[in-house]
């Protein structure tokens, strides 16, 4: 064997080893909520429904292929992405899922046909209405994730507790919500509560992620 094929050989055993690890529909998850900021097992294995043994597992393989880092601080391990790349490439999976598999378009039809286009901006738009003081940004996911890192000027109100709290926000005000990502369902929550409630509102169509990925201003609250 030439050294040329053998080098070809090694090289795509590496680009393959990515792909199998993220062949899993849990640890791409997985992947999208440490996109938001760091998490525990706990958290994690929560979130996707999965036993703590499960999940664990699914982190020691994301962890030998360096997607992910860990940290320990007393009783808890904290994981967290390895590195932007990571999200990039999360991104292009589900970009070319999008463009190329016949089913995502019945999933989408089947769970997120109810969304109305005229509901939702996009980030340059975002960007570009953040100047206005009458626009509201309004962070919709876990304040632990809101802490964790956030778009610049957004105010926190976790979906759960956004009823309690609407009645609190002004009417003279335009509120763009957003949370995770596009698949994410909590703004479309707070779009439906808000205009329910007599307030104009839109939807971010993507999440902070790709925000923070676009180079746009972040803040963070936590310690």
Known sequence: MSNNRLAKDRLYQQFARVGKTLSNPHRLECLELLAQGE???????????????????????????????????????YYRLADPAVFELCTAVRHVAEHRLA?????????FSSRAASEAIDLKELRRRARSSRVVILDTRPANEY?????AGAISIPIDLLDDRVRALPKSKV??????????????RAVEMLRAHG???????????EWKAAGYPVEITAA
């Open 39 to 77: 998490r525990t097992v706990e958290s994690l294995a929560a979130e996707i429904g999965a036993t703590l043994a499960n999940t664990s597992q699914h982190l020691k393989v994301l962890a030998a292929a360096h997607l992910v880092e860990r940290r320990k601080q007393g009783l808890f391990a």
């Open 103 to 111: 089913e995502m378009d019945r999933v989408r039809q089947q769970h």
């Open 147 to 151: 802490a964790a890192g956030h778009i």
């Open 175 to 188: 509120y763009v919500a957003y949370c995770r990502g596009p698949y994410c369902v909590y703004a479309d």
């Open 199 to 209: 307030r104009t509102a839109h939807r971010l169509v993507e999440g902070f992620p």
